[in-house]
């Protein structure tokens, strides 16, 4: 595609329920990567995946928090038991290694 | 701990002044620098990168890069009030972790009219 497309958009669910965020990268882009934004604060890594390497997932803040990465392509994010503080921007950007990330438009969740 | 400082702000420019935003890195082996601008509410977008010591031109936009001293900066000539956004500092080390990619909690700009 164009660009980096994220689905959904808005995603408003309540405490303890799971919840999958999707990221379709720009083609032939093998870096992936995915980002927490809460409002008003700079960019918190979460996971980045690099071709068929093992992903580095050190940003990860629990074990409720998954990501895989199928085929080098689309990418998915999966937090289980949600909770309130788990509400910010979830941005996935992709890039070709070494070069600028390219970002979508992000998925806005809220924990209610 | 790898790190990217920016001065938070918020910065305030008078339209048509020089905006300038500065960054700097813990990581040595950092070797290629981004500035992403975010407007609120957005997802950040490339404005510019740099890869070797000195400068790099593009429209109104200055990158300025000092491996010795581990400092980046953007100059904004000119400032527009459409340039009011926060603009992030990255690094990038090939061999590094998270993802290789480290980024600045962000400097606010305000350019008032």
């Known amino acids: 595609g164009a660009g980096v497309s994220q689905s959904p958009s808005n995603k408003v669910t309540e405490k303890g329920k799971d919840v999958e965020l999707r990221c379709d990268p720009i083609?032939?882009?093998?870096?992936l990567y995915w980002y927490r934004q809460s409002l008003g604060q700079g960019l918190e890594f979460l996971i980045y995946f690099q071709g068929n390497s093992a992903p580095d997932k050190s940003g990860l803040p629990s074990d409720r928090f998954s990501a895989e990465r199928t085929g080098g392509s689309v990418s998915t994010l999966t937090i289980q038991r949600t909770q309130q503080e788990d509400s910010a921007v979830y941005l996935c950007?992709?890039?070709?290694?070494?070069?600028?990330?390219?970002f979508g438009n992000g998925t806005r969740l809220t924990v209610t | 701990q790898k790190e990217v400082e920016q001065n938070s702000g918020p910065l305030s420019v008078p339209e048509g002044a020089i905006a300038s935003l500065n960054c700097t890195y813990s990581?040595?082996?950092?070797?290629?620098f981004f500035w992403y601008r975010q407007y609120s509410g957005k997802s950040p977008e490339l404005i510019m990168f740099?890869?070797?010591?000195g400068d790099k031109e593009d429209g109104r936009f200055t990158a300025q890069l000092n491996k010795a001293s581990q400092y980046v900066s953007l100059l904004i000539r000119d400032s527009q009030p459409s340039d009011s956004a926060t603009y992030l500092c990255a690094a990038l080390n090939y061999g590094g972790s998270q993802g290789n990619l480290i980024f600045g909690k962000g400097t606010k700009l305000s350019v008032k009219p």
């Open positions: 990581d040595r082996g950092s070797q290629s």
């Open positions: 950007a992709s890039s070709l290694v070494g070069s600028p990330l390219h």
């Open positions: 740099i890869y070797s010591n």
């Open positions: 083609s032939g882009h093998t870096a």
